[in-house]
């Protein structure tokens, strides 16, 4: 409510030698809210990501909790709340869904057993596997391991890189009821998705990359009414 957003991308620019993946970012997360950053491949999602959570060199301002994140390591910041869970979920795959989950718990202080039964109500079918090693496990059920794990943090905000990637329709509603309950468990989350319809369905506010720029930005109801987004990123 009001002051400083928990989050604040200002002017944010990142390449990758020649390759220009950001340029002159602007979008805030404000506490409690969910915003989601669409756009097609390549488009930079993954980069503002790492950005955000201290893993990438940049220019602009990039300020979590009111303070620039370069200051700090990934690990400071997560100690201060800011979860990442990765495209590439990185999982240990030769080890338990618990040990997977209980590695998540970074932060001092933490209840393992208090964090676990929220995990396990929230995703019941890694209740049901807690010994299957991880790499056994299918597409969805790693997935809910790796949103899992991060929220193990006890995330702030957490940042949600691409979790339907890859994934059948059938699992996406459990993942889509996780992260409902998620947020209604009051943490802010910044996701990047190429399924814009699910992204539309969960976002309170859309920003949609291309080429590392922000073309549009808007509420769900605004994104569905624009043409653009109607004809590249909804089917028509
Ligand atoms: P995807 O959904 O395919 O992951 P994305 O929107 O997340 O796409 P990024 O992964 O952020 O996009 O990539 C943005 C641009 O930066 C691309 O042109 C990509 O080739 C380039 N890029 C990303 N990571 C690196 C890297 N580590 N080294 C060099 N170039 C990179």
Redesign the pocket.
């Known amino acids: 409510a009001g002051g400083t957003p928990l989050l604040d991308v200002a002017d944010c620019a990142v390449s ?2 020649k ?1 220009s ?1 950001l340029r002159g970012v602007d979008l805030t997360v404000g506490e409690g809210e969910f915003v989601a950053v669409i ?12 950005t955000v959570s201290g893993f990438r060199d940049y220019t602009g301002s990039v300020r979590y909790h009111g303070a620039e994140v370069s200051d700090q390591s990934p690990r400071d910041l997560v100690q201060q709340g800011l979860v990442h869970c990765t ?1 590439s979920r990185d999982l240990f795959g030769y080890m338990s869904v618990e040990d997977n989950l209980t590695l998540g718990a970074y932060r001092a202080n933490t209840n393992v057993d208090e964090r676990l039964a929220f995990v396990y109500d929230l995703f019941p079918a890694l209740a049901e596997r807690t010994g299957q090693l991880a790499r056994t496990m299918s597409g969805g059920e790693q997935q809910m391991l790796a949103i899992g794990r991060a929220l193990m943090g006890d995330p702030d905000l957490l940042v949600l ?2 979790p339907t990637l890859g994934l059948a329709p059938v699992i996406l509603d459990d993942i889509s009821e996780g992260i409902e309950q998620i947020q209604a468990n009051g943490v802010t989350i910044l996701l ?1 998705e ?1 399924n814009v319809t699910f992204a539309l369905r969960h976002a309170d506010r859309i920003v949609l ?1 291309e080429n ?1 720029d922000v073309v549009r930005r808007g509420s769900p109801e605004e994104l569905r009414e624009d043409d653009y987004i109607h004809e590249s990123y909804l089917g028509g």
């Open positions: 990758y030698g390759v993946a756009g097609p491949n390549g488009a930079g999602k993954s980069t503002l990501c790492n495209e890189d691409e990047a190429q990359l590392g």
